[in-house]
């Protein structure tokens, strides 16, 4: 099955990436000034399920069996 594309050349994405590094657009971004503003922005990443508790809980999983890994590795 052919992988549609975007119709963006390797050259186009060179160019794009160099225009946007000159723009630097990431510089005048103003972000939120209210405090009800800053508020809605902290809170992104609980409402988009990056610090939900479905994912903390994955996470301590995660560390918890690196923990074990490099405890038996120590032991070796």
């Not at 009800?36 to 809170?43: M, P, V």
């Not at 994955?58 to 890994?69: C, P």
């Amino acid at each position: 099955m052919k992988r549609k594309t975007s119709g963006w050349t390797q050259e186009r994405r060179v160019r794009q990436a160099a225009l946007i590094e000159q723009w630097r657009p990431w510089e005048k971004s103003p972000g939120p000034k209210t405090p009800e503003g800053k508020d809605q922005s902290a809170a992104n990443a609980y409402k988009h399920g990056l610090r939900s508790t479905e994912w903390l809980e994955e996470q301590r999983r995660v560390n918890a069996i690196i923990r074990r890994s490099k405890e038996a590795l120590e032991r070796v």
